[in-house]
Structure formats: structure tokens, C-alpha cells
């Protein structure tokens, strides 16, 4: 089935920069939308980046500017440039599709990668 695996996660001092890439394999019939979630301790998940086949990305308020979202469809991965990271950026990381896969129109979510911005 789909399976979503994240990379490039780590600890860096605020004002760096990281890149996570999220590699998709499977059967994947088709892609309409992909995006990055994050969820730090204690706070709900919220949405940081998104784009819908033949749109442009849109971004979280408090990551424009900053995070940039692109993605090889030819190869099924997806990447988020993360520059100027604050230590509010903290959070585990996940990337997620909605995709066509065996099991139908789902969205598929990746185990996470953490991304850990220490002052």
C-alpha cells in the first residue's frame, strides 16, 4: 500500500535552515494534493504547507517567508525547505498525500521526522 517516509529532521540553532524530503511508495494510482503538518507537545497539528495538482502552495502564516514546498511527481517525493527556523518551529514533522492509492482516495500520512530549533 502507500507508505509516506520522512527525512531530514534534526537539531539546528534558530536561523538555520533544513530541508525535509518525504519519499512516497507504493501504489499510487494519482496525486491531488500534498502537504507538511506539524504537531509540537501539547498543541493540536496544524497545517504548514500545501498544494493542490497544477496550483501553487500555499503556507501557514507564521511559515511565510520562510518554508518553501516543492515536489517531484515524477518521483513521488515532496520536500520543505525550511529557512530562518525559529525555535516556535519546533515540532515533529509529518508530510501527507491525497492520493489514489489500492485502498481507494485517502489521505496518507508519513511517521514523522523531528525538528528540533534550539535560541
Known amino acids: 500500500q502507500v507508505q509516506l517516509v520522512e527525512s531530514g529532521g534534526g537539531l539546528v540553532q534558530a536561523g538555520g535552515s533544513l530541508r525535509l524530503s518525504c519519499v512516497a511508495s507504493g501504489s499510487i494510482y494519482s496525486t491531488y494534493a500534498v502537504g507538511w503538518s506539524r504537531q509540537a507537545p501539547g498543541k493540536q497539528r496544524e497545517l504548514v504547507a500545501t498544494v493542490h495538482n497544477g496550483g501553487e502552495p500555499a503556507y501557514a502564516d507564521s511559515v511565510k517567508g520562510r518554508f518553501t514546498l516543492s515536489r517531484d511527481t515524477a518521483k513521488n517525493t515532496m520536500y520543505l525547505q525550511m529557512n530562518s527556523l525559529k525555535p516556535e518551529d519546533t515540532a515533529k514533522y509529518y508530510c501527507?498525500?491525497?492520493?489514489?492509492?489500492?485502498?481507494?482516495?485517502?489521505?496518507?500520512w508519513g511517521q514523522g521526522t523531528q525538528v528540533t530549533v534550539s535560541s
Open positions: 501527507h498525500a491525497d492520493a489514489v492509492g489500492a485502498s481507494g482516495g485517502l489521505r496518507y
